[in-house]
């Protein structure tokens, strides 16, 4: 298991307006060349790229509004592409291990490079007494979308480990209609259970359990 005391790496970054986590499935259209270029390359090379969240800085004007990146981020390995044409790319990729990210900079052709650490993977977590409500409402949204046939574009796929705190954590916070603020938040925690507890918490204040079955 790799922590922050692992030595810092560098790998390229795709910055998006949302938030994978580990064990999620995000699907990409890629057609810029600077994108097309980093798929051909980790196919090439069975390496991953980073999934960053897009922070705007409040304190600039619309005209000059500069652009950071969440310090957290989930490195994402290719599991499926389909090159529809030449300079167009439809990918499925699978989040793996999250990772914080020291430094970045933009090359010439436009694409990001990040130099990361990697946080340690979620210990495997039993779901406590207090947190099964929550649990039982991922277990139920999954039967929804298995009977509706729509597994295959959820942003998650089997094994469901829904006894676990840490996969429950983060398939509720990639469903949940929240801010990336507070997606972002969810992935920093290094705990699982204090992630589920979050959660729990948003789901009752939010009374979105409704909201999220319907």
């Given at each position: 298991m790799t922590n922050l005391n692992s030595s810092p790496r560098k790998i390229p970054l795709f910055p998006l307006g949302t938030v994978l986590f580990p064990d999620g499935v995000i699907a990409l259209k890629i057609f810029e060349a600077r994108y097309l270029d980093m798929i051909k390359?980790?196919?090439?090379?069975?390496?991953?790229?980073?999934?960053?969240?897009?922070?705007?800085?409040?304190?600039?004007?619309?005209?000059?509004?500069?652009?950071?990146?969440s310090k957290i981020g989930t490195l994402a390995q290719i599991e499926d592409f389909d090159p529809v044409q030449p300079a167009l790319y439809m990918t499925k990729s699978f989040g793996t291990q999250r990772f914080k990210l020291l430094s970045s900079k933009q090359e010439a052709n436009g694409l990001w490079i990040g130099e990361i650490a990697l946080l340690e993977n979620d210990p495997i977590t039993p779901i406590p007494e207090e947190h099964k409500k929550t649990s039982k409402l991922l277990d139920e949204i999954i039967s929804v979308i298995q009977s509706q046939d729509l597994l295959a574009d959820a942003p998650f796929k089997k094994p469901f480990k829904v006894d676990d705190c840490g996969w429950v954590s983060n398939r509720l916070a990639e469903l949940l209609p929240i801010s990336l603020i507070q997606k972002n938040h969810l992935l920093a925690q290094t705990n699982p259970r204090i992630?589920?507890?979050?959660?729990?918490?948003?789901?009752?204040?939010?009374?979105?359990?409704?909201?999220?079955?319907?």
């Open positions: 390359q980790c196919l090439r090379e069975k390496t991953e790229f980073g999934v960053v969240s897009i922070i705007k800085n409040p304190n600039t004007n619309e005209e000059d509004a500069s652009l950071s990146f992630r589920l507890d979050l959660i729990s918490e948003i789901i009752e204040d939010d009374d979105l359990r409704n909201q999220m079955m319907h």
